[in-house]
């Protein structure tokens, strides 16, 4: 076997690195107790961090955050009352919330998404907040602030400010220094102290004597005073401050002109260059920075900062015109360059922790300098520009350079364990000759034209030789083309005397694997996600973890040296044998499907086995197990429970049939000494597997011993529950709490939470978690659930009463069933849309920070708080407010122009209310238009059952649908149609708003319900007709699907205010055309529209080419229940050929359509001189 020692080392290294985030603080580690794996050894799991949204590490003596940055997900970060002196959580880009109150800082970097910040009594002496435009809250009172910087461009959507307690701060940049300074508008909620005066244009802040004596050497400052005049400094656009000893460069910001800035050989530890946004040069190599930030610098072309070994991180994504870059020995453990398409110099060399580098989108690079990093893959197939290569000290095993036939200058020597770099000439590359000249590589790598891909590493050669013999390999060298495995599905390397599983991992597709009878001592098959089977029976494993395997169906591992297994991720398991192991205590209450389990010959003392209904086979024997409920095991027909001596009864469903051994019961075994009976006693345990829970229930006196079980008569009539900031990641066990009323969760690290049989549960103050699922009872009513990561919530048989959930995911929420809410918040969630419409008790509403575009909020009255800022709002509607006496805010909703209030006067003069400066206040802001029409249909009023009132026959059978039968199928409620009297529904119509300017051209149309007095209202059944049209002049059009459509003569002015169209009135006719109307049959002095278009045209016919009168026939001979085809058949439907909609269709017999039809022919005005059956009576659209 071949010398591995260091491959393995570096392996070791590699994998450690990548999965663990390094934590030196050991108070930060202690109170990331939760998710660490081993305390106190300095680092902390990566996995259990990353997807973090909210952390509270308050009171916890913490000196040094450093680790913080790992935490990539955060939303919420709370740090106050520490000793922190330096915070760094730029890398956090999500993070909206910060507050590190009570700290000893004296450098605060954070990105540009904050909106709340809490950063008072600290030791900052300067604050920049210009970049972030979403602030809502700003608290830095209690610092020693010389320099204040918020003028973000959008103060209008900054509520709160309290910057007092700051003595050394003479001067504040605003937006706005005039408003600011008079205390109004925006600005009437923020505080200072009597010293500090508002500005616009402030002095920049350079407490660095040596940068600030550098500035006055160029001539751009005169005292050294620690500020420099704006005005001195914002045009220059070259700045060379090179080797001047300087730590500190703040005050760079104030250079907003700056193209080229240099600054190597100083000691300065943040270089935030984000005002800087001109730059195209910097230089500011051997220095010890810990953050460079050049983001907002899309112009830069040159960026060199060699030498500051603790800078980490670095983004360039911005830069998309970078051409060159050296951040050669800076800490990089990662490095993103895909976007810097242009880039054409890249030094990364000494930055050990590099362990991937992409640069295939970088095809016009040139030079390439990467030695001495943590790399095991390079690709520059991509980069056939290079000149220049250095891969030097890496650990790359192979590589593939035949592509860069221009590059002159190669050196691999050493390069880890190298065997092969491929190249277009082997010949002249091994010869030394042409472009291959320089290059230079260890004595043990070969040129080839050929080489094999990257190897996987496979150290114990019981198991090579078996994939030798699969075809999979050829050569016993420790090494196996990842090609030739990674798309295998099933592999079986049992009883082979395998001690190592090395390699297993990169058989990523994997199934099912069967590797029982042989010595392994651990596996790994983290990596195996797509398992459904393993089997491992009979090795000599200590531990096993199966929790990425969520697939897995069949999991053997019996015989082995096992003392717990973790199944809490498993729930597909259908089989599960664990025998012959040591395992004391397991649960599998959570595997629904389970239908085998082998436990036997363990140390159990208890298995609960009670959820497990699907189960078939169990085999307990040989433990200690003292209590066995079997009761809901109805399709167990194999069960084996011999040799547990303390086991005295067997709790079963039908003792009688147990006891005979009959039924299921007939292959059950058991102890002599064990009986079968239906109640054995048992004391009721509840399962409570979190640790932290149980603890607690100890420490408050519910229980005794930490064991996963509480008894349950300890718990059940509990009515209070406080478990606040304890850690506790799981609440299974909760359930059992059937009379609480009132629980209280905050600060865990829950991530789902099921209170469904809680049914007393009334108050749940659960937020400060890590929820993704919350499922509460009916009998919620006052619901804190904010800051957790929950994306949808379930409230609809509720009586919620007080709702926050600010600070989630959710995109959608159902309140229509909640009318007793009265106080809801719903900010910082991700909500186009909600309705509240039934929700009129609402005293608080606070739904800032979503993507809501429309609220109308007239009928809410008793609303005395609103904030609805950060939205995407275009129309809000505040009328009818007379509580509105606290803050109302809608700042930072750049389309909204304009605010519906009572008063536009009060408004304006209101110090509470906030709004943007583009918005502005009036009593109407619709820009919508509303119409109320009134037109008669003549088939239903012909023979009327009440004067005047148009016949409801489709109605009063349950004909008329709930979907419209127009193009837009509108739907109804079919409650609208046990309206009676003058309101009810006679059909449904068709109206339409058209140009004028040209009367054939539709704006919009839509569909609507026609009462039986002729008015034309929407789908309620009530209100009037409101088009998403503009205020202006249009023609109004309304069609029928059996009646000639009609159009209105002029033009006529519509708006938010409903105007009356009364098309019925004969005596004032505002119909288009002549005779577009009739009276025939008609009250007096009424007109109605034209009946008997059955065929859905543009005319009404009774004889001749495509009359009315065929379409009415081929519809009663159509009719399926016309089995001897007559003309004279009748039937019942919501049908065209109805021509009086009384319900009926009849061609020939009594009361017949088409008599109607052709009664309504001969009465037209133009057919009376010679009446005749051919006359065609025409629709009389300007397009006919």
Known sequence: ???????????????????????????????????????????????????????????????????????????????????????????????????????????????????????????????????????????????????????????????????????NLSCLNVDDAVTATAGTGVYAGWSKDAGTTYGENCDIYVPDDNFEQALIDLGYDTVLDDFVTTANISSVSFLSVSNKSIDDLTGISGFTSLLSLYCSSNNISLLDLRHNINLVTVSGRQNQFKGLYVQNSPSLKTLDCLGSSQLGFLDITQNTVLETLDCIN???????????????????????????????????????????????????SNNTLLLDLDISNNDITAIDLKQNTLLTAMNANPIGFPSCIQVADAIAANAGTGIYTTWTKSAGTSYSEFCLEINTYVPDDAFEQKLIDLGYDTILDDYVITENIN?????????????????????????????????????????????????????????LDVLNNVLLTDLRCGENMLTNLDISQNINLIQLRFQTNQINEIYVDILDNLEILYGHANNLTRLNITTNTALTTLHCYNNDISALDLTQNTLLTTMDATLNTNLSCIQVSDATAAITGTGIYATWLKDVGASYAENCGYVQETFVPDDAFEQELINIGYDTVLDNFVITANISGILTLDVISLSIADLTGIEDFSSLSTLRCQFNTLTNLDLSNNTSLSSLFCSDNILISLIVPNSINTLYCYNNSLATLDLTATDIKHLRAYSNDLTAIDLTNNPNLDFLMLGFNNLTNLDINNNLLLETLSLEANSLTSLDLRYHTALTAITVS?????????????????????????????????????????????????????????????????????????????VGLMNDDLRVNDLIPTTSPYSDGLKCESSIFNITGNNAIVDWVWVELRDQANNTNIIEGQSALLQRDGDIVTTDGVSDLIFNADPDNYYAAIKHRNHLGIISTNIVALSGTPVNLNFTDANNQITFGSNAQTTYGMPTDTLAMWAGNAGGDTSVRYLGSGNDSNTIKDNVLADSGNTTSSNLHSFTGYNPADINLDGTIRYQGSGNDTNTLKDIILAHPDNQSSPSNLFIILEQFPEN
């Open 330 to 380: 800076t800490g990089l453990s990662t490095i993103d360059v895909t976007q810097n398409i242009v880039l054409d110099i890249l030094k990364v060399g000494g930055n050990l922790n590099l362990l991937t580098l992409d640069i295939s989108q970088n095809t016009n690079l040139t030079e390439l300098s990467c030695y001495s990093s943590g790399l095991t893959d390079l690709d520059v």
């Open 870 to 946: 950060n939205n995407d709002l275009t129309e809000l509607n505040l009328k009818n407010k007379p509580n509105l006496t606290n803050t109302m805010n809608a700042t930072n909703n750049t389309n909204l122009t304009c605010i519906q209030v009572d008063d536009v006067a009060a408004a304006n003069a209101n110090v509470v209310w906030f709004k943007d400066v583009g918005t502005s206040y009036s009593l109407d802001c619709n820009t919508n238009s509303i119409v109320s029409p009134k037109v008669f249909l003549q088939g239903p009023l012909l023979s009327p059952d009440t």
């Open 487 to 543: 798309t295998v599905i099933s592999l079986n390397i049992n009883n082979l005397s395998i001690a190592n599983l090395t390699g297993i991992e990169a058989f990523t597709v994997l199934e099912k694997l069967n590797c029982n009878n042989n010595s392994l001592t651990s596996v790994d098959i983290s990596q195996n996600i797509n398992l459904l089977q393993f089997k491992c029976f009979n090795n000599s494993l200590t531990s």
């Open 1 to 167: 076997m071949k010398n591995t020692t260091l491959l393995l080392l570096f392996f070791i290294s590699t994998f450690s690195y990548s999965q663990y985030t390094i934590i030196p603080d050991t108070n930060f580690e202690s109170a990331l107790a939760a998710y660490d794996d081993i305390p106190s050894d300095g680092q902390i799991p990566t996995a259990n961090i990353n997807t973090l949204t909210t952390l509270d590490i308050s009171n916890s003596s913490i000196s040094d955050l450093t680790g913080i940055e790992a935490f990539i997900a955060l939303t919420n970060l709370s740090c106050s009352n520490n000793m922190i002196t330096e915070l760094n959580v730029f890398e956090i880009s999500g993070l909206i919330t910060l507050n590190c109150d009570n700290n000893s800082l004296t450098q605060l970097v954070f990105n540009s998404n904050l909106v709340l910040l809490f950063t008072s009594d600290n030791n900052l002496k300067s604050l920049d907040l210009s970049l972030n435009t979403s602030l809502f809250h700003v608290e830095c009172q209690n610092n020693d602030l010389y320099y204040l910087n918020i003028k973000n461009g959008n103060n209008a959507g900054i509520g709160f400010v309290v910057a007092s307690g700051n003595t």
